[in-house]
């Protein structure tokens, strides 16, 4: 299974890990690094300097590359920035709006971006700035996203750009992988299922949410914010959709009320207060698993779909 994206990126599966906030830490990325795909930490992790821990954690249980991600509109996205640079981290991706203000120090210091975006508008500018490949994530994801979902998007996106296409949004098994290679793209990103990888370190409330979701059972609120997020319907997703509603709710109210409540699903399980970001192959996340099991199932079921059309 070569493609651009694996030579690219020197993995030998092109599977990459979604840089879920509170979630993608060291244990995660580097069991999926170790499995042959590209494992990634958030960014948002407890500050920038728990970033830097992750990262050198990382460094110690696996020899393969790793990446970071870093969610632009985060407060400590400027400080990770440079610590990507000094840590010597091989590939960056991006979330949540353009990084074209780090792109010359990332690429002088020779670190391979990948931003995902959300439109092919967006994925133009990207690729004219030095971007070396582009995560085109659909709104079947999980977390922040976009208005297109995958189908329409990666295709859309695979026309506008030369560099290689990863898709993202709804993907989840070796079908979403085989669909993904039909839509053009050479690789996928995947958070929801690795929410329940053996090696994800969130709370079990978290991951028992996720196998117990069906596609139905996630909801998207934050729209009046401009910041739309999906996660399972829960007390949270309820009592933020109400807030929104409310005509005398405040922006900064609203705002308010969201801060801090990925924190509280994902480390501390808070079933009333917790936001548990999960995107919409939750319906498909139903065992909990090794990495290496995820992605090798991954592959397979892929190849067998492929060879049985391949004519
Ligand atoms: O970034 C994500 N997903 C995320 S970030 C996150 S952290 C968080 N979010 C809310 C509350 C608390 C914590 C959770 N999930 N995905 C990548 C992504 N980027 N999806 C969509 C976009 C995007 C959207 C607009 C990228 C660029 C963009 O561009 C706007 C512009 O500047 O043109």
């Given amino acids: 299974m070569k493609t651009r994206i ?15 906030a509170w979630v993608a830490d060291a244990s995660l990325a580097s069991a999926v690094s170790n499995a ?19 990262i050198r954690k990382c460094k110690k249980l696996t020899d393969k590359p790793f990446g970071v ?3 632009l509109q985060d407060r400590f996205a400027e400080e990770v920035a440079k610590i990507v640079i000094e840590e010597k981290v091989p590939v960056v991706t991006t979330g949540a709006g353009s990084p074209a203000k780090y792109m010359p120090a990332w690429l002088e210091a020779g670190i391979k971006v990948i931003p995902v975006v959300a439109a092919a508008a967006l994925a133009i500018r990207m690729e004219r700035i030095g971007a070396c490949a582009i995560i085109a994530e659909g709104a079947e994801s999980g977390g ?8 329409a998007l990666v295709p859309q996106i695979c026309d506008a750009v030369s560099v290689p296409v990863i898709a993202a949004g709804g993907i989840a098994d070796g079908r979403g992988l085989a669909a993904a290679f039909m ?30 979701a069906a596609g139905t059972d996630t909801a998207v609120t934050g729209k009046t914010l401009g910041h739309p997020v999906r996660a399972i319907k829960s007390p949270f997703t309820r009592n933020f959709a109400e807030l929104e509603k409310n005509p005398n709710s405040t922006p900064e109210e609203i705002m308010a009320f969201g801060a801090g409540s990925l924190r509280k699903a994902a ?3 808070n079933e ?14 139903n065992s909990i698993r090794p990495a290496k099991e995820i992605i090798d199932n991954m592959v397979h ?10 004519l």
């Fill in 6 to 20: 694996t030579d690219l990126l020197h993995i030998e599966y092109p599977i990459i890990q979604g840089g879920m």
């Fill in 36 to 54: 042959g795909g590209l494992g990634i930490i958030s960014s948002i992790y407890g500050g920038a300097e728990a970033v830097r821990e992750e």
């Fill in 69 to 71: 991600n870093i969610m």
């Fill in 144 to 151: 922040h996203i976009g208005e297109m979902n995958t189908m």
């Fill in 183 to 212: 839509l053009g793209a050479e690789a996928v990103q995947c958070g929801t299922c690795f929410l329940v990888a053996e090696e994800c370190t969130i709370h079990d409330n978290y991951k028992q949410k996720v196998l117990k």
């Fill in 267 to 269: 480390r501390e399980g």
């Fill in 272 to 285: 009333a207060e917790g936001s548990f970001m999960a995107g919409q192959s939750a319906g498909l996340a």
């Fill in 301 to 310: 079921q892929a190849e067998e779909i492929m060879a049985k059309f391949a």
